[in-house]
Each structure stands twice: as C-alpha cells, then as structure tokens.
C-alpha cells in the first residue's frame, strides 16, 4: 500500500462530509493508496499520484490537479 508521503507531497481535497469521505477512503484503500479524513478542517488527504487523483476527484465531482491546471501538474511517478 502507498503510505501518504508528508506534508508538501500530499494532496488535499477540502470535503465536509465525513460519512462520504469513509467511502472515498475506503476506495482509495481498495486500489492500493492510503487516505485520511481530517474532520476539523474538512479535508481529504491522500498521495499525489495520478490514480489517487482521479479516484477522489471522481467521487467529489471535481478536476483532478491535471486537468485543473491545464496539464502543468506533475505526479510523483507512478512505476511502482
């Protein structure tokens, strides 16, 4: 599993329902990638790569940080 990597690698998603953020979670678990809710502040944070991009970005109906930035993101590479 792809531990979060520390802040300033990590992606943060800002989310304010807990209950949805478990399925998210839970999904991003599923596909090999470690994921927290941070309740206070409302946030989702997970790896920056790619796939765990687009699996958070799917369920909160957003962009992912590719497509958000006109392709000028870079993900950490993902040969794992």
């Known amino acids: ?29 599923q596909n090999g990638f470690e994921g927290k809710y941070i309740e206070v502040e409302g946030v989702i944070v997970y790896p920056n ?8 970005s799917a369920w909160v109906m957003a962009d992912n940080m590719k497509e958000a930035t006109n392709n000028s993101w870079e993900y950490i590479d993902d040969n794992r």
């Open 49 to 56: 790569y790619q796939e765990a991009d687009e699996i958070v």
């Open 1 to 29: 599993m792809i531990k979060l990597l520390g802040k300033g690698k990590d992606l943060e998603h800002r989310y304010y329902s807990g209950c949805k953020a478990d399925y998210i979670i839970k999904d991003l678990k």
